[in-house]
């Protein structure tokens, strides 16, 4: 920083101009929304201190999609250098990969000496620009500045410096600092020539390595990096979303982006009626294993975040019970107390079948339920209503003792011709082990976890083929079923479309080709001119007849409106 002070000289007339570029910096850069230009330190009245500011530069590139390729050198443990036979011995060594972000897979690359991982995002870290000025500013000197960003190696960082002090020389004595703010964000990843590819390295290129002190600590920075990146791509998409009017996958109504809820996972979004109402219905039937996208053919889990925001409190707990509960039961190694019913890890020697709970100290036997009896088989309810009679025939009993056996037999009835019934009509899924019963219909049956598996051998199939072999009947007396092509239907939306035209038949003018899948389209009578293609999704305006590309609402502002 500059020593000067405005005290040392006549600098009245610089000190002006920064006001006013101040003044104007934030007007243009600070809105209520966003805040990229922060005042660190100003001048005071009796021309102490000097202004500082710290701005904020997103980067726009010139791709829709960066892919940011992770280079990372493998440290041999008790090696410093492999050459020759040394590097095919590195190659068949496979070492664990570092884990530097959830979203980044690492693999050893084909000469053994780099870890490589590749991961996208649309929205680079921004730029932090710190600029003072001295008192010189601008009449005869630059701004002191300078540039951070996580993502910069130090040659590229050298390269901008170097193109800020080109655009202040010329400048000739000009205010600065929208200039270079500007070229950061239009015209450095050109520069750079970063288009659709980023290079992150935890460990130097050849020509700028330098001395290695701490690889750990490189790992860490570059681990921190890319969840950064990460991050921040994730929250400039989520807002990019918001701004724009969106089409529900379930009721196939538009809403902005605000009234939607968005998987990240799987990047699918739906409306918060729609989601409110699909979460309540699988709470209700218990089947909250089923929560998952409701997009067709995809598996990613609805995130508890969202099924939180959309269920009433008393819903909610429910519906964390129930998942409690599913998990419990597809767990092999918990059972529950047969007198408290408390949740028991069983032993780990499963041969002992012994599980001793922690709240009632009771220890029993895994398979009966019933205390444990080391050495010996598991006592059957025929068995003990044997055991009963004969004790019965063998004693004299008064009637309270009477009545007891006989209570005693009335409960063991019931459990036989419960195990009967169970044993009849339900079978356990090879997948959760969890009993399911077989109502009618075919012998192919659905488990609630999702696996397919035969009611008859009780395997897990794929289909109807399983059918095919003669060892196995899809219905009682019946030949396998005969596999026939598709029948086609006809889309909804197309079904949908036909009903408008017979209520107003003046829609049948709106129909339009999509420009990608050719499939018809139809303008509805709300004449918004954005539709989006109910067969690829494709966005594309009802005017031009072109393909919209980003930001949906940034193609009307030209000649096209949106509603006409």
């Given amino acids: 920083m500059d020593e000067l002070s405005f005290k040392d000289g006549n600098y009245d007339v610089n000190l002006q101009e920064q006001r006013d570029e101040v003044f104007a910096l934030q007007e243009i850069f600070n809105t209520e929304e966003d805040e990229k ?47 020759g036979a040394a590097a095919a011995a590195a190659v068949s060594f496979q070492p664990r990969p570092p884990q530097l972000a959830r979203d980044v897979q690492l693999n050893r690359s084909i000469s053994g000496q780099h870890w490589q991982g590749t991961y996208e995002v649309k929205f680079l870290l921004p730029f932090n620009l710190i600029v003072t000025f001295p008192p010189t500013y601008p009449s005869s000197c630059p701004p002191n500045f300078h540039l951070s960003c996580a993502w910069l190696t130090p040659t590229q960082q050298m390269s901008v410096e170097s193109m800020l002090h080109t655009l202040w020389t010329e400048a000739d004595s000009m205010p600065i600092v929208y200039t270079w703010v500007d070229w950061l964000e239009n015209n450095c990843l050109t520069h750079l020539a970063i288009r659709d590819q980023l290079m992150l390295y935890s460990v130097l290129p050849i020509d700028e390595m330098q001395e290695q002190t701490n690889v750990t600590s490189q790992e860490e920075e570059l681990g921190v990096t890319i969840a950064a990146m990460i991050r921040y791509n994730q929250e400039k998409m989520d ?18 982006g605000t009234q939607f809820f968005r998987i990240h996972e799987c990047s699918h979004a739906f409306c918060h009626m729609c989601m409110q109402a699909f979460c309540e219905m699988h709470t209700r039937a218990g089947t909250v294993e089923e929560l998952r996208c409701p997009t067709q053919k995809c598996d990613s889990i609805v995130p508890p975040y969202i099924i939180q925001a959309v269920l009433t409190e008393e819903t909610y707990e429910r519906w964390e019970k129930l998942l409690l509960q599913k998990t419990l039961d597809a767990m092999e190694d918990t059972v529950y107390c047969p007198r408290c019913e408390n949740v028991v890890i069983a032993e780990e020697d499963r041969d002992s079948n012994l599980a001793h709970c922690p709240l009632c ?108 072999t003669g060892k196995c009947y899809l219905f ?20 949908r479309m036909q009903a408008m035209v017979e209520i107003n038949p003046e829609l049948a003018n709106n129909y339009i080709r999509c420009p990608m899948c050719k499939q018809e389209n139809m303008k509805g009578r709300d004449r918004n001119n954005h539709i989006k293609c109910w067969n690829c999704k494709t966005n594309f305006c009802f005017v031009c007849k072109q393909r919209i590309i980003g930001i949906v609402s940034a193609h009307f502002i030209g000649p096209c409106k949106q509603h006409s």
């Fill in 37 to 83: 230009l922060k005042v660190l330190s100003q001048v005071t009245d009796e021309k102490n201190n000097l202004y500082s500011l710290l701005i904020t530069i997103c980067p726009k590139p010139t791709q829709e999609v960066i892919q940011v390729n992770v280079i990372m050198q493998v440290i041999e443990d008790g090696e410093d250098d492999v050459e």
């Fill in 239 to 256: 807002e990019e979303f918001c701004q724009t009017i969106h089409l529900c996958e379930i009721c196939y109504d538009e809403f902005p």
């Fill in 361 to 468: 100290f009771f220890a029993f036997c895994t398979q009966c339920g019933r205390g444990w009896h080391q050495g010996r088989d598991c006592e059957t309810e025929e068995e003990m209503l044997e055991n009963l009679e004969r004790k019965a025939n063998n004693f004299n009993q008064d009637n309270a003792v009477a009545a007891k056996i006989q209570e005693l037999r009335r409960k063991l009835e019931e459990e036989i011709e419960s195990k009967q019934f169970k044993k009849k009509s339900t079978n356990k899924c090879p997948a959760c082990k969890i009993p399911v019963e077989k109502i009618g219909g075919c012998n192919k049956m659905t488990c609630k976890c999702g696996r397919v598996f035969c009611w008859i051998c009780g395997n897990s199939i794929n289909g109807y083929d399983h059918f095919r």
């Fill in 476 to 495: 009682p007396g019946q030949a396998p079923p005969v596999v026939v092509g598709p029948v086609r239907r006809i889309p909804n939306a197309v079904l």
